[in-house]
Each structure stands twice: as structure tokens, then as C-alpha cells.
């Protein structure tokens, strides 16, 4: 077991790879009376192409099946885990991203159990073709929950504005009628190929000895047998550089439009620390310019082109990157060309000295901000890992960035070929 | 137990809260203003704590203000408006770093101190009203934020299922306020009516954090203080219910795909009751959890809902059902929600489950206790309720909760209104 000692954080890591390949971080946090813990898989919905393990042909699985595959695997042959997680006095949790399929606890009392309790059930799958049909109508009503939610509506659009092939420009949840298609095989499949605890990370934050919370982890998994090490081959097709279309509507009943504008960012090639250093400066520079604070806001603002809704955000991984910026607004159109514009700007500004200092302040508040949160940590902590980034060592990285870097940054960042605009508008009469 | 203590001091025209932790990383400041709920005043409560975060007499517009936030590491600056029970509360909420983690001297806390108490006690004015490009841009924003509560299925069906069945009571006042009070709203009126707030709500502040207190203290005697006119405002008014003869079922029509249904029941216990502990374990077992009866049945059993759950409100004493099912599966779901009321007044759950229940509430509020702005949640509820229990007492008097009461609770707990937001085509005719 190694320690991973973070000084000006005040915060101490203790992590060990298994013999199994499973990795496992602890984050002993003895003023907390919560212990929370995330078990996660490198598989998300972009997932949706690869080599079954044991076979030697590509298959394509049915879209929304990783988020499937997390609903299904609370349920057992004789019960439900949430109640197991009941009895123990925690709630638990699970979610699916475009990468990540994560599942979750969190207690205040009774973490041995519970934390037996994650790595038991998501270690022991049970599908049937029974249950796989009765799960088809649930998960048909929150895709139908997120049909009548024009913000989500909005930051798909966009992204599938952006992307010609790739899958992240599927709904994570799929569609009503590819779920359909879905049977308990493919989950096997899937499970399969993806579930070795070689493809997988532990985290536990929280009230508790990291010393025997390891050794309680390594018997849990010694104790399990396991198929060898297996390469997982994921295919993705390709991606052109460019956005697939620059601009895209959809109607809906809503009273306000909404108007985004999306940046197809690039990612190829980056590694860990480039790639957080990109994530560091897109965000530091929207916030400059776009958060209330910013310039580009105000003019906005006053002009009545945007409201409170306005937010923007920068997701890159390793397959595929974005930022989003928009809101409501009640001149879409106007907002859309403006907000070109303003990013087009942004190759002749030079930014001063004393500026970047006020934005490296900002975002380092930011983070100690966000570090309160061991949900936060725990969440984020996996997410960069699997991207090659150490969370702990954000703070370091933003206070070493240099106004050079940022206006490098800055020249090299924006370009037609790679934006795209949508919006939803209210649906008209009649 | 690491429940964070509080430690209460009145102070010139408001109350100082102190709650000293080693948990996080930074220090919140939240001030939480709290007057009657009148309708006339929903508007001017709406639009208010909007206008003010926006400028002060030394920080004259939105973009100075935020920059001053800004060099304080990224200070964040927050405000809303919302009903507990029959009382309108603001909130203004600050968070700041902690100097402990930064390379740097600068006296944060002073400074951050310093400038809300400039945004409270100092804004930009000119002529005894407030600034007109500010008020009218905010009025805007406002007007906006109340045409489109429709664009969000579940809270326009939350607020449609509240103004049926709560008529009569100031509880169904709009919390965004009115179009027609809007419009007719001047910079001058809404100053006006600043000056009434300022003074005579009644004004709380929570300062949580790694800090030493009476550093704390100090600072706050020096940065806050409040000229307050009147002390008539120290009465929580007490929540009214009307006697229910029969409930309603309400349908309404929208464009949408999936139907909100939404049930409003009577629990006729506050904050502060003596069963007040077991209506937790009651809405525990009923919808709070997912391993409760409404998701068992609703989602799990019939495969009807995404989501189906009920929460509580602490002041008024209302228990809301809400799920989200398809147009078609309106009768079904109800009867099955109905059915499980029943079952809880029947007592059918095991003491096993309401052990386990007790459990899980207790591992939520001490979850909720863990993040500071949900500890200051918790502990307002103290201010509302004029009763004032413990934390640590909030968490024991659960564990007394017996099954017998909770089968109280649930014969105690009354259908008031059904209400569904249906699609144009679909269901429940």
C-alpha cells in the first residue's frame, strides 16, 4: 500500500493496485461522519463497438446498453440490492456517462458491510430474460422524462450538432426503441468484456482505518476467481475534425427559446497532464469572459440576449472533447451570432498579467470549494484517473499555469470549421 | 458523534449562529431573512435579493460587483427566495476560501465580510430608488423566470397541484410573484419596500467553517450591524388547515410526453410535534427511499415509473406524491399509489423495516449534517418552528419512533387533492 502525502491540501491518499488488477484509492477523512464509495468501470455509452472477450469479431450492441446494464445489475435472482444497502443503513447509488458506469454508496454507519455489499453485487451479475423485459418500461419512462426536459434536449442537440460518427452523439439512456432490442445475452456480453476488475477503480472517502479497509478489500477480492487480464479492443469510427452541422433546431412547447453554441474541442494525442492543463485554461478563459464577471457577459446581459440560465461547460476525454456555452434567450438568433463572434475575438486579445492571476485565484477557490464534497472527490478523483490526471494535483498544476500559456492557448483555440450552433424554439400554433 | 455545535448570540438586530469545523476547506456565510407570507409582497420578495446582488454604492454595477468576488479567490455569492410553511424566507449565501490552504495573506474572511454586508446594507440608489437600469434588466429576468416555471413538467405540476389545494391558504402564494404586480412594480416602490425588509425581518447569520471564534466574532460585531425599527416580527405565524370534506382529483392538459401525476395529502404535524419523528419514518417507508412502497410498486412491481416518491414539508404539514408515468397508466397508478397509503395504515411493514427505516433517515441527516449549507438548513428549522431541539436531539428522537406510531401517522395523514398534467391526446378522460 502506498501513501500519497498532499501537503498544502492537508489530504492523504493510500492506494494499491490488487493482483487482480483491480485499483483501489482511500481517502481517510476522520472529521466526516460519512463514508462514501464508488466502484467503477472504465465502459460508458460510447462503449458500443468492441471484441467480445473470448471471441475474435467485432460486434455492435444495441445503444443505451451500458445504462441498462447498471439498472439491471442492483437486481438478483432473490432480491433487490437496494434493500441489502437498506438493511445496512446506506443509500446506494449508480450512474452512466459517456465513459464511466459508476456505482455508489454512502453510510454512516456499518462501511464494512457496505462496502462488501458494493463490491459483492456489482461482482455477481444475474440477468434474466424476464427481468430485462420488465426493466424496458421503466427506463422507457425516464427517457420520456428526458424527451420533456428542453435543457437536455438542448445539450444533446448540440453535441449530436457537433459529432458526424462518433457515439457519443447517442443518448446515454438510448431510445425507446433501442432498448427494445436488448436481451440478457447482450448484457452477458457486456458485463463480460468490460467488468474485470482490471478495468476497474475503488474509491472509498470517509470515516474509517485505511489500513484495515485494504485489507478488507484484498480478502474480498482474493477470496473471487477471475478470468486472466484481458485486453479490452473498443472500436470507434472515425471522427472528422470538423462539426457535423453548424446549425440545428428543434421545436418544443417551451415559453423561452434556448440557444446553444458548441466547440468541437480536439483531443487526439493529449495526454493526462495536457489534457488537464486544455480543461484548465478552456474553463479559466470561458469564466473570464462569460461569467458574470466577464465582459462578454455583461454586453450579453444588458442586452437582454441572455438570462440567469446562461452556463457554459468543457467535457474532454479521451475520445472526444466539447465545450457548450448558451441559455434561454429570447433573440436566439442574435445571441447565436454574437456569441461567434465574441469567441472569434478571442485569437487578438492578449491577456494581462494581472487578469490571469485574478482567474487563477478564482479557479483555486473554485476547487477547495468543490474538494468539500467527497462525493465530488470521489467522482472526480476516478474520472481523472482513468484520463491519467492525479485530482490532487490540480491545485499545483493551476497555480504553475502562466499568462503565456494562456494566451497561447488563446490563439491556437477557436475555429469556424469547428463550431456549431442549436436551438430549441417554441413550438409554433396549430 | 461529529455534529458540528452551534453557538447562538444575539447581536445587534439579528442573531449570530457560530459553528466552528475542521470539515471543509472553506467558510460559508449564509443570512436568512424571514417575514409573513402576503401576497402582496411575493413580487417585491422575488425580485428583490436579485437586484441587490447586482450592485452596491461601491461596487456600482453587476460586473464590478463580481469582480470584487472574484479577487477574493472566486467568492461565490448567492441568493433565493423561498416558502417554509407560512413564512417567506431570503437567503443570501456566501462561500469563501479558507486562507489555511492558500499561498497568499489576504485577511478573506474580513474582506468577504466586509462585502456582504455591503451588498445587504449599502445598494446602489440614486433618488430613494434603486438603479433603473439595474431594476428594469432584473424585472426582465424575472418576468422571464415566471413564463417559463412551465417549461419545467414537474414544477409546474408541483405549483398547479399546490395553488388547487391550497386555495385558501397564503401557501399557494407564488414564490417567483405575479405578472400583473410585476408590471406595475417601480425601481422606487421596490426601494421602498426595502427599507420595511431591511428592518424588519427577522435576520438571522450562520458563519461555519475551520476558523477560530472569537476571531469570528469579532469580525462580525465589526462588519455587521443592523439598525432594526421594530421587533414585532419575532412570531412565526402558525400554518391554518382547512378541514377536508372530500378530496379533489384535478387533470389538466398540456403538451408533454410523459403525465406528472401528483398527490397533496394533509399530515397535520410541523417541525417541532411530538410525531413530527414519526412521520420521517412513516414517508421513509411510504416513498422516501427506494426501498419504500411506492417505489417497490410503482417502478419495481409494475414497471409504471422512472421515479415515484413523496417528500414532506416541514412547516406546513404537507405530504406530496409525485411520479411521472405514461398518459395511459393514469387509474393504474393511482389506485396502486392509494393502495399504499392504505397498506401503511393497515401496518403492513415489519418492525424489522422500520428499523431499518429509522436507519436510513438518520444516516441521511447526519449525511445532510456533513455539508455545511445543509447543517444551517437543518438548524434553521429552529428559527422557523420557534422550537428549539438539538441536532444531536433531532437524531435520537428518531430512534424512539415505534411502529404503532408511525401506523398513527399514517391514519392521521389525509388525501387532499389528485392532481395530473396529462398529454393533449392522452389518459385519465
Known amino acids: 500500500m502506498k501513501e500519497l502525502v498532499y501537503d498544502q491540501l492537508k489530504e492523504k491518499i493510500y492506494t494499491e493496485t490488487l493482483d487482480n488488477g483491480l485499483k483501489v484509492f482511500l481517502l481517510s477523512k476522520p472529521d466526516m461522519v460519512k463514508t462514501f464509495g464508488i466502484f467503477a468501470t472504465d465502459y460508458g455509452s460510447i462503449d458500443q463497438t468492441f471484441t467480445p472477450i473470448g471471441k475474435n469479431e467485432k460486434v455492435s450492441v444495441p445503444e443505451g446498453i451500458a445504462h441498462f446494464l447498471e439498472h439491471k445489475l442492483f437486481e438478483k435472482e432473490d432480491r433487490d440490492v437496494f434493500q441489502d444497502f437498506t438493511k445496512q443503513g446506506a443509500s446506494a447509488n449508480a450512474f452512466t456517462s459517456f465513459t464511466k458506469t459508476a456505482y455508489l454508496f454512502s453510510a454512516t454507519s456499518n462501511i464494512e458491510k457496505n462496502v462488501e455489499t458494493l463490491l459483492n453485487f456489482v461482482q455477481d451479475p444475474f440477468f434474466s430474460d424476464q427481468s430485462v423485459e420488465k426493466e424496458k418500461g421503466i427506463i422507457a419512462q425516464e427517457i420520456k422524462m428526458y ?284 | 458523534m461529529k455534529i458540528t455545535k452551534e453557538k447562538m448570540l444575539e447581536k445587534k438586530g439579528y442573531r449570530l449562529h457560530i459553528l466552528p469545523s475542521k470539515k471543509y476547506k472553506t467558510i460559508n456565510i449564509v443570512a436568512k431573512f424571514k417575514s409573513d407570507l402576503k401576497k402582496d409582497w411575493m413580487t417585491k420578495r422575488a425580485l428583490l435579493p436579485m437586484v441587490l446582488q447586482k450592485a452596491t454604492q461601491n461596487h456600482s454595477s453587476p460586473r464590478q460587483l463580481q469582480s470584487a468576488l472574484e479577487n477574493l479567490y472566486g467568492t461565490i455569492l448567492s441568493s433565493d427566495g423561498t416558502k417554509k410553511g407560512e413564512n417567506h424566507v431570503i437567503s443570501f449565501r456566501m462561500e469563501v476560501a479558507n486562507e489555511a490552504y492558500l499561498n497568499d495573506q489576504t485577511p478573506l474572511l474580513e474582506e468577504a465580510l466586509h462585502l456582504l454586508h455591503d451588498v445587504l446594507f449599502n445598494p446602489k440608489t440614486e433618488n430613494g430608488a434603486f438603479d433603473e437600469k439595474i431594476f428594469n434588466r432584473e424585472k426582465q429576468t424575472l418576468e422571464q423566470k415566471i413564463t417559463s416555471i412551465k417549461d419545467d413538467k414537474m414544477s409546474y405540476a408541483n405549483m398547479r397541484l399546490i395553488d388547487n389545494m391550497c386555495k385558501e391558504e397564503p401557501y399557494s402564494y407564488h414564490v417567483h410573484g405575479y405578472p400583473e404586480d410585476l408590471e406595475k412594480l417601480t425601481a422606487a416602490d421596490l426601494y421602498e419596500y426595502y427599507q420595511t425588509f431591511i428592518t424588519t425581518d427577522l435576520l438571522d447569520v450562520y458563519v461555519i467553517g475551520d476558523f477560530d471564534e472569537s476571531e469570528t466574532e469579532r469580525l462580525m460585531d465589526k462588519y455587521f450591524t443592523r439598525e432594526q425599527s421594530s421587533n414585532d416580527t419575532n412570531i412565526t405565524q402558525n400554518s391554518t388547515t382547512p378541514n377536508i370534506d372530500e378530496s379533489q382529483e384535478i387533470i389538466e392538459q398540456d403538451e408533454l410526453n410523459q403525465g406528472k401525476l401528483h398527490l397533496g395529502f394533509r399530515t397535520h404535524t410541523t417541525f417541532g410535534d411530538e410525531d413530527y419523528y414519526a412521520l420521517q419514518i412513516f414517508n421513509g417507508l411510504f416513498g422516501g427511499f427506494p426501498s419504500s412502497k411506492l417505489f417497490m410498486n410503482v417502478r419495481e412491481k409494475h414497471s409504471l415509473a422512472y421515479y415515484a416518491a413523496s417528500r414532506f414539508e416541514s412547516h406546513k404539514g404537507l405530504l406530496l406524491v409525485f411520479s411521472g408515468i405514461a398518459p395511459n397508466d393514469y387509474d393504474q397508478a393511482k389506485t396502486i399509489i392509494l393502495e399504499q397509503v392504505e397498506a401503511m395504515r393497515k401496518g403492513e411493514f415489519s418492525e424489522e423495516e422500520v428499523e431499518q427505516t429509522k436507519e436510513l433517515v438518520i444516516n441521511q441527516l447526519l449525511e445532510t449534517m456533513d455539508s455545511a449549507q445543509g447543517l444551517i438548513e437543518i438548524l434553521y428549522h429552529q428559527v422557523l418552528s420557534g422550537h428549539m431541539i438539538e441536532a444531536e436531539e433531532l437524531v435520537n428522537n428518531i430512534r424512539y419512533v415505534s411502529k404503532q406510531e408511525v401506523i398513527d401517522m399514517a391514519a392521521k395523514i389525509e388525501l387532499d387533492t389528485i392532481y395530473f398534467l396529462t398529454s393533449k391526446e392522452g389518459g385519465a378522460q
Open chain 1, 147 to 430: 424527451d420533456d426536459q428542453p435543457d437536455w434536449r438542448a445539450f444533446f442537440g448540440t453535441i449530436q450538432s457537433l459529432f458526424h460518427e462518433h457515439p457519443v452523439r447517442v443518448d446515454i439512456a438510448g431510445t425507446v426503441e433501442s432498448i427494445e432490442e436488448i436481451t440478457k445475452e447482450d448484457l452477458y456480453t457486456c458485463y463480460e468484456t468490460f467488468y474485470h476488475p482490471s478495468n476497474m477503480t475503488l474509491f472509498i472517502a470517509g470515516n474509517f482505518n485505511p489500513e484495515e479497509m485494504m485489507k478488507q478489500v484484498k480478502d474480498n477480492q482474493n477470496a473471487k476467481e477471475f478470468a486472466d487480464t484481458p485486453s479490452i479492443q473498443r472500436s470507434y469510427p472515425e471522427e472528422p475534425e470538423t462539426v457535423a452541422t453548424s446549425y440545428g433546431k428543434i421545436e418544443m412547447p417551451v415559453t423561452t427559446s434556448k440557444c446553444m453554441v458548441g466547440i468541437k474541442e480536439k483531443v487526439a494525442g493529449l495526454s493526462g497532464r495536457e489534457l488537464l492543463k486544455a480543461e484548465l485554461l478552456s474553463s479559466m478563459i470561458l469564466s473570464h469572459y462569460f461569467s458574470k464577471s466577464g465582459e462578454f457577459y455583461e454586453e450579453l446581459y444588458e442586452n437582454d440576449l441572455i438570462d440567469d440560465s446562461f452556463h457554459y461547460e468543457t467535457d474532454l476525454d479521451r475520445q472526444f472533447g466539447f465545450t457548450i456555452l448558451g441559455g434561454d434567450s429570447r433573440k436566439p438568433d442574435e445571441l447565436a451570432e454574437r456569441v461567434k463572434e465574441m469567441l472569434h475575438q478571442l485569437k487578438e486579445r492578449e491577456i494581462a498579467e494581472e487578469d490571469f492571476d485574478r482567474m487563477k485565484k478564482k479557479k483555486i477557490g473554485q476547487f477547495l470549494r468543490a474538494m468539500n464534497s467527497m462525493e465530488f472527490i470521489a467522482n472526480q478523483f476516478s474520472h481523472y484517473h482513468l484520463l491519467g490526471i492525479d485530482l490532487f494535483e490540480v491545485l499545483p498544476e493551476i497555480e504553475s499555469l502562466t499568462t503565456k500559456d494562456a494566451n497561447e492557448f488563446l490563439k491556437d483555440w477557436i475555429n469556424e470549421e469547428r463550431i456549431a450552433v442549436f436551438q430549441v424554439i417554441p413550438q409554433q400554433a396549430g
